[in-house]
């Protein structure tokens, strides 16, 4: 009985993975074809004469590599930013008693709801003041700036669900705050620290608007940005422009899979309080 049950849900979660993974192969197949092929029409999902020789070339031909580098270098900075920053704020929130700590609570929660694109403006005008335009040291800050709400959220959550009785009891053996937060918590916040790593990763590797503004040198553009500047205003080369989306979604496919058990872990350990 209980095996029929579960077949609903497993054809559910079935249709939401294809929904997900057909573009993706929808585009490894584009990427395999020659400029001719990707017009022809009925349209086959692997052509006879497929090759990878888009690959070669795009990453040969192209600027590709600086990109990724620029993507990885970008990503990775503001992801150590944000949990610099983000982790003891969580901390604080979550087990310090104080005025208006609810308020701060409740500011982080409405800081989700407002769109970056709607402070595009003011964004710009504050880096330039900064003199930070068209560097990745100011597209780092805005990004942390924007994922600090979200992170500082998500890890309070971390924090509320640990046990009590560990922080008393490492209150009892003289340890102070500092030293409870640095022995006891942290060690604990492994599984949720790498959900929320992962998280931010894939925002700031796949983020394309504040960077298209901040950012005006061909030699510092990330992936988004550069796979911008492929496309022509007279004809664009579909099948390089495949070629070279794919290679920049590679990255973060592989490390989710690499990651993925830390991610599952952090969810669920999220989901309880102890």
Not at 76 to 100: D, H, M, N, W
Not at 116 to 142: F, M, Q
């Amino acid at each position: 009985m209980k095996k029929r049950t579960d077949r609903p849900m497993q054809l559910a979660l079935l249709l939401v993975a294809a929904a997900f993974l057909l573009p993706q192969l929808w585009l490894f197949s584009l990427s395999t074809k020659t400029k001719a092929q990707v017009y022809e029409y009925p349209p086959k999902l692997i052509s006879d004469s497929a090759s990878l020789r888009n690959y070669a070339a795009v990453i040969e031909k192209t600027q590709i590599p600086f990109y990724l580098w620029n993507s990885a270098r970008v990503a990775v900075l503001a992801t150590a930013l944000t949990l610099l920053l983000g982790i003891p704020a969580a901390y604080v929130l979550s087990r310090e008693r104080f005025k208006r700590r609810d308020g701060i609570v409740f500011l982080f929660l409405a800081a989700q709801m407002v769109s970056p694109l709607i402070l595009l403006v003011p964004i710009y005008g504050l880096v330039a003041k900064l003199h930070l335009l068209d560097t990745h040291a100011g597209l780092v800050l805005v990004y942390s700036a924007i994922q600090i709400p979200f992170t500082v959220v998500v890890l309070k959550s971390f924090f509320d669900g640990l046990p009590t009785s560990l922080f008393e009891a490492a209150r009892l053996d003289g340890c102070s705050r500092f030293s409870i937060f640095r022995l006891v918590a942290l060690p604990l916040l492994g599984p949720g620290l790498a959900s929320v790593a992962i998280f931010n990763l894939a925002a700031y590797w796949s983020e394309f608007c504040l960077a298209l503004v901040l950012l005006d040198s061909q030699a510092r553009f990330t992936i988004p940005v550069g796979l911008f500047s492929f496309q022509s205003g007279y004809e664009t080369e579909w099948h390089l422009v495949a070629a070279a989306s794919f290679i920049g979604l590679l990255p973060v496919l592989l490390a989710f899979i690499m990651l993925q058990r830390f991610f599952v872990a952090g969810l669920t350990a999220g989901a309880t309080k102890g």
